[in-house]
């Protein structure tokens, strides 16, 4: 069964400091990945996905995520985080012709900026 | 667009009594819905996935006579925690897809947290 990795479990940076967020995945065949961010006592909300074509991928608020195939990987970055980027961070990937329609998600990344 | 609501959004119950929650999609028609469960300071995990007309697929550990999932429209999945104990109290959030939504993205609900005493 596939399974996502998300190595940073918390980070704290300063404003304006460059952010990276790992996730790594394990499944060979193709998939749509996904970041979502569930800011404090909200829901989760869509960062950005990928689906095909160019592997780096932009989303909302700054935010950028880059596929390399060969590594298995869709970090997360923003060259500068804002104090109001501060929420949990999850990576989810969908794995294509396995017929399971659900999104297999790691376990998050809890992101505190200080000002 | 693409919207899903869930009610309640906080429930307390007491031991040995069930409670409903309810998934709405409030523009558009969700084909399949899925809940999902999350622990403080943990990922979600999937509990089961339903289609509208047909009888949910249970993730595996999960039990289907204790989560009752009923997905009887296009806009709408209840899940039911039947006699409920206190390690069921958690967040459960359901998301959404819809029929024209070929790229498996899904939109999620706010989420019912549920505490059981």
């Not at chain 1, 590594?71 to 501060?86: A, C, E, G, I, M």
Request: include cysteine; glycine fraction near 8%.
């Amino acid at each position: 069964a596939q399974s996502v990795s998300q190595h940073n479990h918390h980070v704290i940076l300063s404003e304006a400091a460059s952010l990276e967020l790992g996730c790594n995945y394990s499944y060979g065949g193709t998939v749509n990945l996904f970041w979502y961010v569930q800011y404090p006592g909200q829901h989760l909300q869509l960062l950005l996905k990928y689906f095909s074509g160019d592997p780096l991928v932009k989303g909302i608020k700054g935010f950028e995520a880059e596929f390399i195939k060969s590594k298995f990987s869709f970090n997360l970055r923003k060259p500068s985080v804002q104090w109001s980027d501060t929420a949990e961070y999850f990576c989810a990937v969908h794995a294509m012709d396995t017929g399971r329609r659900a999104l297999t998600f790691g376990s998050g990344t809890r992101l505190q900026v200080q000002p | 667009g693409a919207v899903v609501s869930q009610h309640p959004s906080w429930v307390i119950c007491k031991s040995g009594t069930s409670v409903k929650i309810e998934c709405r999609s409030l523009d558009f028609q969700a084909t399949t819905m899925f809940w999902y469960r999350q622990f403080p300071k943990q990922s979600l995990m999937l509990m089961a996935t339903s289609n509208e007309g047909s009888k949910a697929t249970y993730e595996q550990g999960v039990e289907k006579d204790k989560f009752l999932i009923n997905h009887a429209s296009l806009t709408l999945s209840t899940l039911t925690v039947t006699s409920a104990h206190p390690e069921d109290s958690s967040f459960y959030i359901c998301s959404a897809r819809g029929a024209r939504d070929v790229r498996y993205e899904q939109y999620f609900g706010p989420g019912t947290r549920l505490t059981v005493t």
